[in-house]
């Protein structure tokens, strides 16, 4: 059970666009596993962002997309704004299989 | 309106127990396969254990495989993790979280919708 491998930090400026990149392998993020992604603000219960890889539940920003290449997931947050600022969090489910994090990515708007 | 709210949490000494519960409200629980997310301090999250709408399937993380037992109570709205074997390293915050529907007609499960608040365990002499 490795936790999926996160930047531990990112940074953007307002308005500009932001990837965070999720890595597995090709039996987690790289197989049919479903990829969710969730922003954490301090103190607070994580928030559920994208599933399914890139569907936003409702009343998610459509600032924020995600996509997948192979073993890797990523989540992009355009047109930055201060309440981005968070921490996010990349995750992989599988039936039968384990339930797998990521380390967690903490993105700053400067 | 959804929510979940977790009790139980408290400070324990190594080796002891403790019952997490959460209560459910706002979503048709009995439908939902239902999990528990821990959070050390300072640290990432951390999936502990899920099951499935009927209790008939239960899964868990390798760090607490034999120590921890997770049941639910559909008829109570109710989801509990029964945590033995306390260790300092099991210290977080515990929240309780949906892991997707799976009603008659058709099933999605793989993201965590809904969060409960959290719960704090702490483990230490």
């Known amino acids: 059970q490795s936790a999926l491998t996160q930047p531990a930090s990112v940074s953007g400026s307002p308005g500009q666009a932001i990837t965070i990149s999720c890595t597995g392998t090709s039996s987690d993020v790289g197989s049919n596993n479903v990829v969710s992604w969730y922003q954490q603000h301090p103190g607070k219960a994580p928030k559920l962002m994208i599933y399914e890889g890139s569907k936003r539940p409702s009343g998610v920003s459509n600032r924020l997309s995600g996509s997948k290449s192979g073993n890797t997931a990523s989540l992009t947050i355009s047109g930055l704004q201060a309440e981005d600022e968070a921490d996010y969090y990349c995750c992989s489910y599988a039936v039968g299989s384990p339930v797998v994090f990521g380390g967690g990515t903490r993105l700053t708007v400067l | 309106q959804v929510q979940l709210v977790e009790s139980g949490g408290g400070l324990v000494k190594p080796g002891g127990s403790l019952r997490l519960s959460c209560a459910a409200s706002g979503f048709s629980f009995s439908d939902y396969y239902m999990s528990w997310i821990r959070q050390a301090p300072g640290k990432g999250l951390e999936w502990v254990s899920h099951?499935?709408?009927?209790?008939?399937?239960?899964s868990y993380a390798d760090s607490v495989k034999g120590r921890f037992t997770i049941s639910r109570d559909n008829a109570k709205n109710s989801l509990y993790l029964q945590m033995n074997s306390l260790r300092a390293e099991d210290t977080a915050i515990y929240y309780c979280?949906?892991?997707?529907?799976?009603?008659?007609?058709?099933?999605?499960?793989?993201?965590?919708?809904?969060w409960g608040q959290g719960t704090v365990v702490t483990v230490s002499s």
């Open positions: 099951i499935s709408t009927s209790t008939s399937y239960t």
């Open positions: 979280a949906s892991l997707g529907y799976c009603g008659s007609t058709n099933c999605r499960v793989g993201e965590f919708e809904y």
